[in-house]
């Protein structure tokens, strides 16, 4: 069952992480995650799962990577101040094949690179969720933990100050107090001293006593993991009015909502423009935004920095129409990427400025 509420975007998706069977959850404080972390710190008890204040960034992943071994469905996050200093150990959890929810609020959208490119080391991905508001929200974090369990890999949840601290109407799936169930891989300690103990670990997993590890058989096995999981996690997009658009309008997370109300009232006005917000931003709806684009004279990439994603636009086209930015970087003063242009009127009044 669920029940609809009025709810700031932190205490919705937190909700909506223990509903999804999250029983540990650890951060360190840096707003706008900060507020994650405090109504989570307020959940978990409820349902005898566990909420850490970390040291730093470095302790909380560690702390997640831990919880993640044993079974239980953990997760941690932090801006992208924060997540800079986790990237080693997210690699390495990737590489350990290990279920991690990441919930990076982001304090613009300066962040696309490290999310969907990652900062670690090795010859890696994880995927990358993108909501544009509350509801969306919920229903992200919910895919998120699924997807972490049924690829056990690392899923990021991409979202920012104006997710965090909006208030909107939302339906949250009831808390269950059971925990789910916990997988036969996890470690629980019952193998210890019997010669035979499970490993997982970034270099391979395997029982205690074998030969040494294969790196190389495992590097290919984590590299066919990962070409799977590409080829069978569905992207999901959202797309608008392509279909007569001379231009199509590319954007994500909570500026894509802008700019999916600056298209529909522009074609109010007359103006054939259309919009495709890609959601997963890894892996990216390189297909549906190449066909979204196919019948236009142009493309134009909206974001809030100085040009990440469009890099993903230029490849999904592949040269096919030309791809223009009319994004850039927008700060209030507290740096947290409220920017003063990103409203309706300045957004249209850059669609216009690119219409052929």
Known sequence: MSERALLEGSE????????????????????????????????????????????????????AWGAATTGHLAATGSTGQGLSLMQESLSEITNARLPLVVFNMARG????????????????????????????????????????????????????????????AVSVPSIDRAAPKVPDWALNGSTGGSGAAKIISPLGSGNEGEEGFDLGAHFADCAAHIQALEAGVEPLVDIGFCDDAELVVAA?????????????????????????????????????????AAGSAKVA????????????????????????????????????????????????????????
């Not at 995650?33 to 040291?55: I, K, R, S, Y």
């Not at 490119?117 to 933990?145: K, N, Q, W």
């Not at 970087?329 to 850059?350: A, K, L, M, Q, Y």
């Open 12 to 63: 919705a998706m937190a909700r909506a992480a223990v509903a999804a069977g999250c029983r540990f959850f650890t951060g360190y404080p840096m707003t706008p995650f900060t507020e994650l972390l405090e109504h989570m710190a307020a959940l978990l008890p409820e349902v005898d799962g566990v909420c850490m204040n970390a040291e730093s960034e470095l302790e909380a992943v560690g702390m």
């Open 109 to 168: 959208q300066g962040d696309y690179f490290q999310a969907t490119r990652g900062g670690g080391h090795g010859d890696y991905r994880h995927i990358v969720l993108a909501p544009m508001d509350v509801p969306e929200a919920v229903e992200l974090t919910e895919l998120a933990f699924d997807l972490a369990r049924q690829w056990r890999t690392p899923v990021m949840v991409l979202g920012d100050y104006f997710l965090a601290h909006t208030y909107q």
């Open 252 to 292: 994500y997370g909570s500026v894509g909502k802008f700019v999916r109300y600056a298209c529909l009232r522009l074609r109010d006005a007359g103006h054939r423009v259309g919009y495709v917000r890609p959601i997963t931003l890894w892996p990216f709806p390189s297909q549906a935004v190449q066909d979204a």
């Open 301 to 356: 990439v909206y974001e809030q920095n100085m040009g990440q994603m469009i890099d993903d636009v230029r490849l999904a086209t592949l040269g096919a129409v030309p791809v223009e930015f009319i994004g850039g970087p927008s700060w209030d003063h507290s740096g947290f990427g409220i920017g003063p242009d990103i409203n309706v009127p300045d957004i249209s009044e850059r669609i216009l400025e690119a219409l052929p």
